[in-house]
């Protein structure tokens, strides 16, 4: 799923109106009117990484594969900086979605899950790999 479809369906599926969205970023210091979400979920701007964290926290992403870290609805607090180092958590993006994974191993480009189940993510070089920071609990 894209990233402009993920926000759409996550505002939806939470029953927030898209000035209902814009509003809870805004009260915490980050800027967001309405027009702004309409353009992210249209697919016709993308947000920064400020504007794009904030809403995760709002709609309580699900996820299963960083147990026993962390837990389905935690929010993470992350540190900006460059990419964590080996045995580091960290937020990455890669092709437009969000992922809360370890580096992988020296010598090998991947994000890998703390869940098993989950098989490492491998990072091609026609993939478009970002860096969030390192998660601080």
């Known amino acids: 799923m894209q990233t402009h479809t993920a926000l759409a369906k996550l505002r939806k599926d939470a029953d927030l109106s898209q000035a209902e969205a814009a509003a809870y970023p805004t009260g ?3 800027p967001v009117t309405h027009r702004a979400v309409s353009k992210w979920e249209r697919g016709d701007a993308q947000p920064d990484m400020d504007q794009f964290l904030i809403p ?3 709609y309580r992403v699900p996820g299963d594969s960083v147990p026993p870290c962390f837990r389905d609805g935690d929010v993470v607090y992350i540190e900006k900086r460059p990419p964590p180092e080996k045995g580091e958590i960290g937020i990455f993006v890669l092709n437009g979605e969000a992922y809360l994974k370890k580096p992988g191993n020296q010598g090998r ?3 890998v899950s703390f869940n098993p189940a989950y098989a490492p993510i491998p990072v091609g070089e026609e993939d478009a790999p970002g860096v969030v920071g390192r998660v601080l609990g």
């Open 28 to 30: 915490r210091g980050c």
């Open 56 to 58: 995760l926290e709002l």
């Open 109 to 111: 480009t991947e994000l």
